[in-house]
């Protein structure tokens, strides 16, 4: 149930709603704002949080941005501190917290993605007469591995020739192979890649859509450098104009895949004896990837198959299952999506969910259907916006209001306790538990404490999720920071969740703790932490 709640006299820092300088703040009179009801007798509380969160976000790095927060009792919902919660702003990479609950309630934890090999040819001794079909369901964790055990799962069976062509199904989708808006300067970074329910990962990070580029210097200056794909394919080609240079010397090399091919660039200089440079790049069409990596496959077990690979084609009905793979199970693979923040497995799910709820492997259907379980959640989404399912999308606007909502509405949901232990740990060092936080909030006591979603985009900023404070009350949080210049507003963030987890909430007298000095110097300060590789930060 929905209601205005009201604040008086609170002061905020103007002109030109500019609240976040170092500016004397002015008083206003009463303000009203339509605001998820909480359990009767509970309402916004002055527990000391006021004035403590209020001095983080007064930062000089937020002059001139915006800032939505909200933190509320985990088991009565009663709003501890508000700041613009209503305001509707990017929120990055906390948009998979919308897309992860809905996965959990409309998929189920117990649900698997299959890739299947089937034909409606007739068997003529170790012969296989007619087309063969690999038909992919959305799977974004397929390996080259999985790809292979098809291909000798098929020649176990006796089959060493088939006739026809090899066929890849990916029609469980659309063709629409990119978000809205995404940026195309994205196009070859690996967490931009292509959405096909056909694809290859070519790591347990289960980046899929992507091929790791290898590049080591030569062994004298003049020669070219050395590069090596992983995993190993032709449907990818090398265009190798870098140099190796002395010892010393700038490594300036670069990797990047063209525009609308598959021929992967690899320029400038790297210098002897430099380590290597390392890049996930996205491919050109990764249905076509998953058909060479399994035709390769085929031909490494002694199955023949003539021409090569068509794509697009949907299986004929009644054809018969030759071999199949299953993914993990959804609430395992909620770990790797959650806690290294994966673009992709949030977009694949947003088109299974579409699929399975409305039979259209769309970005519509899927949008519509998690609008859907957001609105049984409580969350008000008349005042939200989502247009993809990862939030690399900057059209995406949340208030921090609605995603307090949802992170208190789910706690009594029966998968709540696999969706909770996705989420990253700060200071867990340990990465398939940390994170994106795993390097956050050490030495503090919100260290293996608390838990949250990330986002990261140029300009925006957001953490949410839960913390327990020094009296044991656990607390629900969400920080939205954007249209700041600054290269990074961590700091704040985590100045924001430390003093809710070092203080009393009940007893008052809170005391902010300063954020640590911006890190202006570091480029990739607006990235995730998982999305910075080779660095496992």
Not at 132 to 144: C, I, K, Q, V
């Amino acid at each position: 149930m929905s209601r205005p709640v009201c604040a008086t006299s609170r002061p905020v820092n103007r002109p030109n709603r500019r609240p976040r300088g170092w500016i004397l703040p002015v008083v206003i009179g009463l303000a009203c704002t339509l605001t998820w009801s909480a359990p009767a007798g509970a309402g916004p509380s002055d527990t000391g949080l006021k004035g403590a969160i209020d001095k983080i976000l007064a930062d000089a790095r937020m002059d001139g941005g915006a800032a939505s927060v909200v933190v509320a009792d985990a088991t009565t919902g009663e709003r501890l501190y508000q700041r613009d919660g209503a305001d509707r702003l990017m929120p990055a990479s906390n948009t998979k917290l919308a897309t992860s609950v809905a996965a959990m309630a409309l998929l189920g934890p117990d649900y698997r993605y299959r890739t299947d090999v089937l034909s409606t040819g007739r068997r003529l001794g170790s012969t296989l007469l007619g087309d063969l079909y690999l038909r992919g369901s959305g799977d974004p964790t397929t390996l080259a591995k999985d790809y292979d055990r098809l291909a000798a799962d098929l020649a176990a069976s006796g089959v060493t020739r088939v006739t026809g062509r090899l066929v890849a199904d990916d029609t469980r989708f659309d063709t629409q192979r990119l978000g809205r808006s995404w940026a195309a300067d994205d196009e070859s970074s690996y967490y931009s890649a292509q959405i096909s329910p056909l694809t290859v990962a070519p790591d347990t990070d289960y980046d899929s859509g992507t091929v790791v580029v290898e590049a080591l210097p030569g062994a004298a200056p003049g020669d070219k450098p050395r590069v090596k794909v992983t995993p190993p394919t032709d449907y990818v080609r090398l265009d190798i104009s870098g140099t190796t240079v002395p010892a010393g010397q700038p490594d300036t090399l670069a990797v990047e895949r063209q525009h609308g091919t598959n021929t992967i660039s690899v320029s400038g200089n790297i210098p002897v004896g430099a380590s290597s440079t390392k890049e996930w790049v996205t491919v050109w069409e990764p249905t076509g990837y998953a058909a060479a990596v399994f035709s390769d496959a085929l031909a490494a077990h002694g199955v023949r198959i003539a021409g090569s690979p068509r794509l697009g084609r949907p299986t004929p009905p009644g054809a018969k299952l030759l071999a199949s793979h299953s993914s993990m199970p959804l609430r395992e693979l909620m770990l790797p999506f959650m806690k290294l923040s994966n673009n992709m497995h949030a977009e694949a799910l947003t088109k299974t969910i579409g699929y399975e709820t409305a039979g259209h492997g769309t970005w519509a259907a899927g949008l519509s259907a998690i609008s859907g379980h957001l609105q049984k959640e409580g969350v008000r989404t008349s005042t939200i916006r989502q247009a993809d399912g990862s939030g690399l999308t900057r059209m995406n606007l949340f208030p921090a209001e609605q995603l307090a909502t949802l992170l208190l509405s789910v706690r009594d949901a029966p998968w709540y306790a696999d969706w909770y232990a996705s989420l990253p740990v700060a200071c867990n060092t340990d990465r398939a538990i940390g994170g994106t936080l795993r390097s956050r909030m050490c030495g503090t006591p919100a260290a293996l404490n608390a838990r949250g979603k990330t986002g990261s985009l140029t300009g925006a900023s957001a953490l949410s999720g839960y913390v327990t404070d020094a009296g044991g009350r656990e607390l629900v949080y969400s920080v939205v920071l954007n249209n700041y210049l600054a290269s990074s507003v961590k700091s704040i963030e985590d100045a924001i969740v430390v003093t809710l987890a070092k203080s009393d909430t009940g007893a008052g007298a809170i005391a902010a703790v300063p954020p640590r000095a911006p890190r202006s110097a570091d480029p990739a300060a607006d990235l995730e932490c998982s999305w910075q590789k080779p660095k496992f930060c």
